[in-house]
C-alpha cells in the first residue's frame, strides 16, 4: 500500500491527479482523461480558470485569514453582493462555510432558531424525501433520506428527520396515474406526514430541486414544488432547497428553483458557487427568515473557524463573475440541449439504458437490466464500479452511483461538463460513454 492517506475506497491506491487543464484532467497513470463530471457536478469553469487563478493569486498577496469574530472581508462581502443581486426570489441574506455538508447543518440550524426566535420553539422536526443526499456529516446524514448510507449510523441519528417519497416519475408513478395525479398524491403524502408529526412542530420540508447524486437528475414533475410549497404555507413551515449539486448554474438557470416558479425560504449551495478551487458552501435566506434573527437577541448562533474565508471566497467570487460575464448560462443551455440530443441518439434504444434525464449540464443514464420491466442490475455486479473503469479506460471521467431504488439497488451514471464546454467536448464525452 502506497498511500498513508485514508481514501475514499481503503482496498484500492487510487492514481494520482497530477494537473488540470480546462476539461482535462493528467493523470500518474500517464493518461489525459476528460473529466466528464467535474467530480461530483464541482468544476463548473473546468481546471485552471486563469481569471480565476490571478483573483485568487491576488487575494493570496493581500489577505489569507481574518477571524470572523472580528472581521468581515471584502472577497465575502462581494462575494454575497453579486450572488445576491437583485435579491432573487426574495433571497436576501447569506452565509458562507467551507462544505455542502456544513451549509445543510447551517441551513437547518437556522431554521431552528428562525422558529424560537419567532416563538414557535415546538417546531423541531424536518421532512426530507428518501433517497436524497444532503451531506455526510451527522445532521445532514440524518436529513439524507438513503437508508443504506444512514444504516451503520442509525443509532446515533438524530430521530427529528423524517421521510416522504421523491417525485420520480421513471420508478415510481402508479401505472395509469397520470402526472397531476401523482403530484397530488405526494402532495397528499407530505400532508398526511405533517398531520402524523403534528403541524405546527414541523420547522421545514427539505428537497433538491434537481435530484443529484441519488436518483441521478431527476427532474420533478410541473406543479411538484408548487404543491409542496402549498403545504408548507398552509402549516406554517419552511421550504429549504438543497442545490448543492444542482445550483449556481449547473442546470441552465442560475438558480435551479428559477424553472420551477418556485423560490425557497433557505436555499443551500456549494459546489458550483466556488468551481472546486476552493472549498465553498453556504446557503442564502430569504427576509421572513431573518429578520427575527437579525433583530434577536445573539445573531445566528452558528458559527465555524473558516466561514467567509478569503481565499475561498475570492476564488468563487472569480468563478461567479466569469459565469456572469461571458455568459455561461446560455452555453449551459445550448450544450445541454446538444448533450442531450447525442445521449438519445446513441443511447436511447440501448437496451440496458432504462432512462435518460436531466436539465441544463446535469445529465444522467439509468441502467436496468430490463427495459420493460425496468428490473435492476444484481446489486453484486458492481456495475457501476465497471462502467467508471470501462469510461476510465476509454478517456473519461463519470461519476456513477448505485442505489436509484433503495439505496443498494439500481444504477445510474452522471455526466456535468463544465459550463465553457464546446461542441467537440460534448461529442468526446458522449462517443467515450456511449
Ligand atoms: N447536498 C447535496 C445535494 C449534495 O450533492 C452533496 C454532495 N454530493 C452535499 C449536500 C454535501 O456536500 P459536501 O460533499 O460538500 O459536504
Given amino acids: 500500500m502506497r498511500s498513508r492517506l485514508i481514501q475514499r475506497n481503503l482496498r484500492a491506491d487510487p492514481p494520482l491527479a497530477l494537473r488540470g487543464e480546462g476539461i482535462f484532467l493528467h493523470d500518474s497513470n500517464g493518461r489525459t482523461i476528460i473529466d466528464g463530471s467535474g467530480g461530483a457536478a464541482v468544476a463548473c469553469l473546468g481546471h485552471g480558470h486563469p481569471r480565476v487563478l490571478e483573483a485568487m493569486a491576488a487575494q493570496m498577496a493581500k489577505l489569507t485569514y481574518a477571524h470572523t469574530a472580528l472581521y468581515s472581508c471584502e472577497s465575502a462581502e462581494a462575494l454575497a453582493d453579486l450572488v445576491l443581486e437583485g435579491e432573487p426570489g426574495g ?180 459546489k458550483g458557487l466556488g468551481g472546486g478551487y476552493q472549498p465553498i458552501g453556504g446557503f442564502l435566506a430569504n427576509r421572513r427568515v431573518m429578520d427575527p434573527i437579525r433583530d434577536g437577541s445573539g445573531g445566528f448562533m452558528h458559527g465555524h473557524t473558516y466561514q467567509a474565508h478569503p481565499m475561498a471566497a475570492a476564488a468563487a467570487l472569480a468563478v461567479q463573475q466569469v459565469i456572469r460575464e461571458e455568459k455561461l448560462l446560455d452555453n449551459v443551455q445550448a450544450m445541454g440541449a446538444l448533450l442531450e440530443a447525442r445521449l438519445v441518439d ?29 428490473a435492476p442490475f444484481d446489486p453484486a455486479l458492481r456495475l457501476n464500479d465497471r462502467i467508471k473503469q470501462e469510461a476510465y479506460a476509454r478517456g473519461l471521467a463519470c461519476y456513477p452511483m448505485a442505489g436509484t431504488i433503495d439505496g443498494r439497488r439500481g444504477d445510474h451514471v452522471l455526466l456535468a461538463p463544465p459550463y465553457i464546454a464546446t461542441e467537440a467536448d460534448i461529442e468526446a464525452i458522449v462517443t467515450r460513454f456511449g
Avoid at 403530484?183 to 414541523?202: K, M, T, Y
Avoid at 414544488?225 to 438543497?242: I, N, Q, S, T
Avoid at 443511447?347 to 439509468?366: K, M, P, S, T
Fill in 91 to 270: 433571497l436576501a441574506q447569506m452565509y458562507l462555510c467551507s462544505s455542502g455538508s456544513e451549509a445543510v447543518e447551517a441551513a437547518l440550524k437556522l431554521a431552528r432558531q428562525h422558529f424560537v426566535e419567532i416563538g414557535q420553539p415546538q417546531r423541531r422536526h424536518f421532512i426530507a424525501r428518501r433517497q436524497s443526499y444532503h451531506g455526510n456529516t451527522l445532521g445532514a446524514l440524518a436529513a439524507g433520506g438513503n437508508m443504506m448510507r444512514r444504516a451503520l449510523y442509525q443509532p446515533i441519528l438524530s430521530d427529528a428527520f423524517h421521510h416522504v417519497s421523491p417525485c420520480y416519475a421513471y420508478r415510481e408513478r402508479a401505472a395509469g396515474e397520470d402526472e397531476a395525479e401523482y403530484v397530488a398524491r405526494l402532495a397528499a403524502e407530505l400532508e398526511a406526514e405533517f398531520q402524523r408529526l403534528g403541524p405546527d412542530s414541523v420547522a421545514a420540508f427539505v428537497a433538491e430541486p434537481v435530484v443529484g447524486a441519488t436518483l441521478g437528475c431527476v427532474t420533478a414533475l410541473p406543479g411538484y414544488f408548487a404543491a409542496m410549497r402549498a403545504v408548507c404555507d398552509r402549516h406554517g413551515a419552511l421550504l429549504v432547497f438543497d442545490e448543492v449539486m444542482c445550483g449556481m448554474g449547473r442546470t441552465g438557470t442560475l438558480h435551479a428553483w428559477e424553472q420551477e416558479g418556485v423560490a425557497p425560504d433557505i436555499q443551500v449551495v456549494a
Fill in 346 to 374: 446513441r443511447l436511447g434504444n440501448h437496451r440496458h439504458v432504462g432512462d435518460i434525464r436531466g436539465r441544463g449540464l446535469f445529465w444522467a443514464a439509468e441502467f436496468v437490466a430490463d427495459r420493460a420491466s425496468k
